[in-house]
């Protein structure tokens, strides 16, 4: 009996993930809405968001710095938020 539980148990999650993922044709079919935080003179920037989990930690540091420094080589195709 416990057995059968389990794999129905099984079967329900696998259908439940496979149901939340979706056609690929739904998600490309949808239009894409414009960033609300890019500057308003250029539609076409490239927003990035980046995310700093910690701020006492070297590692979060450098991502940081790695972010903003791609976003003042390539200020003229990117927009890069940190938070």
């Known amino acids: 009996m416990k057995k059968l539980l389990a794999v129905a148990i099984s ?3 696998m259908v439940a993930f496979f149901a939340g993922c979706g056609t690929p044709g739904a998600q ?5 809405a414009p960033a609300e935080s890019a500057p308003a003179e250029s539609s076409d920037l490239i927003e990035i968001a980046v995310l700093i989990k910690a701020t006492d930690s070297d590692f979060w540091q ?4 790695g972010a903003l420094n791609f976003a003042y080589e390539h200020s003229d195709e990117v927009h890069v938020s940190t938070y």
Do not use: F, G, K
Request: aromatic share 8%; proline share 8%; charged share 10%.
């Open 28 to 32: 490309e079919s949808a239009p894409a």
């Open 11 to 13: 079967v329900l999650m």
């Open 62 to 65: 450098y991502v940081l710095v």
